[in-house]
């Protein structure tokens, strides 16, 4: 089935850097989304990425659509405390399936 | 509002016990989803329905069963639980079977 790389696996950084990660498939993708999830919370929808090429923000949260449908990024500026938590990369595959596939997320952790 | 509401919020079962997680939206969103969490494994789709009175299955179906009788309901029923089922299960429901939003999670315990 698809599968969703997502990288890196988490990441240690000083408040107010910048930080990108990123998610790579070998399936094209029709949909690109970007969720956190913080300590005993379910995940949260931060972006939603439509068409390729497409770049969209959210605040300090850039994300944008690969034009090749088969890859996605998300940056963050100005990192604060507040977005220490687990971000997830989720696609819905080519089709139209309800079925979303997740990245296995990486944990961001921020110093102050 | 209350979105998307899962309860119990924890629960421990022993081994061959069944039981079902509540799930329930007021937001009239047709798809509905079950997904379970495990460390380093991301969330895996368990069973998935699009409406009430239709389900299928998702990534990890075997041991769960669901019924969608109404569209702010969709139950998870646990038939025998096991040790391999101790997990962190989320419900959700969308309304463009896209966008997601997703319950505060039962943190399950098999024993």
């Known amino acids: 089935g698809q599968q969703l790389n997502q990288s890196p696996q988490s990441m240690f950084i000083q408040e107010g850097e910048d930080v990108s990660m990123n998610c790579t498939s070998s399936s094209i993708f029709n949909t690109w989304l970007w969720y956190k999830q913080e300590p005993g919370e379910g995940p949260v929808l931060l972006i939603a990425?439509?068409?390729?090429?497409e770049l969209t923000s959210n605040g300090r949260l850039t994300a944008q659509f690969g034009i090749t449908r088969k890859d996605s990024f998300l940056n963050i500026s100005a990192s604060i405390p507040s977005d220490v938590g687990i971000y997830f990369c989720a696609g819905q595959p080519q089709g139209g399936s309800e079925k979303l596939v997740f990245g296995k997320g990486m944990k961001l952790t921020v110093n102050p | 509002n209350a979105g998307v509401t899962q309860t119990p919020k924890f629960q421990v079962l022993k081994t061959g016990q069944s039981m079902t997680l509540q799930c329930a939206q007021d937001?009239?969103?047709?798809?509905m989803s079950w997904y379970r969490q495990d460390p380093g494994m991301g969330l895996r789709l368990i069973h998935y329905?699009?409406?009430?009175?239709?389900?299928d299955q998702g990534e990890v179906p075997n041991g769960y069963n669901v019924s969608r009788s109404t569209t702010e309901d969709f139950p998870l029923r646990l038939l025998s639980a096991a040790p391999s089922q101790t997990s962190v299960y989320f419900c959700?429901?969308?309304?463009?079977?896209?966008?997601?939003?997703f319950g505060s999670g039962t943190r399950l315990t098999v024993v």
């Open positions: 959700a429901s969308s309304a463009d079977r896209v966008g997601y939003t």
């Open positions: 329905s699009v409406g009430a009175g239709i389900t």
């Open positions: 937001m009239n969103h047709e798809y």
């Open positions: 990425l439509y068409k390729a090429g």
